[in-house]
């Protein structure tokens, strides 16, 4: 399967732990977003990646929440110190950079976070 | 901030039905706009989407979409829907902002049911 994977895909915690999500993305996409979709709701952006630069984050995304995208090609998301509110499915999505055109965004299926 | 409005929360239509869904936008500047849908159990795919040209454009599986720059709307449409049709609908838009992620800013989503 080339498309974009999501792992895992189903998290269960407990308030207060810790919990992180790996998103793989198409292999040739440079660029990786991180989505989060609560129910009754669109998707709302979280943050993205350029190669391994981070070059934005939402107000969405607070002190609790950290992406990381190393070497450019998978990435993480961290939410320490969980809380209920924080319960969702966390979507990744990625795309190719190209100058003067816009790629589509190709979606995973999703993290759906669950905070006991 | 940009904003995407999405009517039709459920929408239930018999086969044969057509259809007709309504997206409105907020944002004065130069957009693209998309349509993705939600089959169940599958990851967001991308419908549609406008770039610049001719205002109605056409996706995959007959559906099509018609944007009214005067209105701000990107209204989706199919003359016939078809049982496997049921899936979640989501219209988002990209804004050009300077610096801007090129971000996806979802609709809340409509849930279409076809009744076989």
């Known amino acids: 399967d080339t498309g974009v994977s999501q792992d895992p895909r189903h998290k269960i915690t407990k308030r207060g732990q810790n919990v992180t999500f790996r998103c793989d993305p198409i292999s040739e996409h440079n660029r990786l977003y991180w989505y989060r979709q609560t129910l009754g709701q669109g998707p709302e952006f979280l943050t993205y990646?350029?190669?391994?630069?981070?070059?934005?984050k939402s107000r969405l995304l607070s002190d609790r929440f950290s992406a990381e995208r190393p070497k450019g090609s998978f990435s993480t998301l961290e939410i320490q110190r969980t809380e209920q509110g924080d319960s969702a499915m966390y979507l990744c999505?990625?795309?190719?950079?190209?100058?003067?055109?816009?790629?589509?965004?190709?979606f995973g299926p999703g993290t759906r976070l669950t905070v006991l | 901030a940009q904003s995407v409005s999405q009517h039709n929360h459920h929408v239930i239509l018999s086969e044969a039905a057509s259809l007709e869904l309504g997206c409105n936008y907020s944002?004065?500047?130069?957009?693209?706009l998309f349509w993705y849908v939600q089959y169940p159990g599958q990851h967001l795919q991308l419908l549609l989407k406008?770039?610049?040209?001719?205002?109605l454009v056409k996706g995959i599986k007959g559906f099509e979409a018609e944007f009214i720059k005067s209105k701000f709307s990107f209204n989706l449409r199919k003359p016939s829907v078809q049982w496997s049709d049921t899936a979640e609908y989501f219209c988002a838009v990209i804004s050009f902002q300077r610096g801007s992620a090129r971000q996806l800013t979802f609709g809340s989503g409509t849930q279409l049911t076809v009744l076989p």
């Open positions: 944002y004065g500047g130069t957009v693209n």
């Open positions: 990646f350029q190669n391994e630069a981070q070059l934005e």
């Open positions: 999505a990625s795309s190719l950079l190209e100058t003067g055109i816009y790629n589509e965004q190709f």
């Open positions: 406008y770039f610049s040209g001719d205002p």
